[in-house]
């Protein structure tokens, strides 16, 4: 039988296993596994050095980010239902979350996205296609 995962066991786990956690939010399923293989392949010992979970949508996502409160969010920009545009202002205007780094990996780079990725304070911009060097580097520098 199966055992419930409920809160007590989610913070016996966080202090057994005292990993970052990392929010990856895309509504497109292959672009949130090649984000996750790219970090799980990131491990020391055959052991993931962060916790991954993922969203398809901002929406979603935000309550994710309620009950985990992530290390780390990484998030597309288009996206239905509450895009990463949507998702970073609901957090900046957070006293609760405005301080958890964002990157974002988006296939825009025109002079309007990267006008309002700059007004949001983004932590870090990642076009993709990207290499697995440019994304880990990035993780690196915002949970150093």
């Known amino acids: 039988m199966k055992k419930s995962f409920n809160k007590y066991n989610k913070t016996k786990m966080k202090r057994l296993c005292p990993r970052k956690e990392i929010l990856i939010v895309d509504d497109d399923e292959v ?14 010992f055959g052991v993931c050095k962060y916790r991954i979970t993922t969203a398809s949508n901002g929406a979603d996502a935000y309550e994710i980010i309620e ?51 700059d007004k949001l304070k983004i932590n870090a911009f990642i076009r993709k296609p990207y290499t ?13």
């Open 31 to 44: 672009s949130r596994y090649y984000a996750e293989s790219v970090i799980r392949k990131e491990s020391t």
């Open 67 to 117: 009950e985990l409160k992530p290390s780390l969010i990484i998030t597309d920009l288009l996206m239905f239902h509450m895009n990463g545009f949507e998702l970073i202002a609901k957090l900046h205007a957070s006293e609760l979350y405005k301080n958890i780094p964002v990157i974002v990996l988006s296939c825009l780079d025109d002079s309007e996205t990267r006008e309002n990725v």
């Open 132 to 144: 697995p060097e440019t994304l880990i580097s990035a993780i690196h520098n915002l949970l150093k």
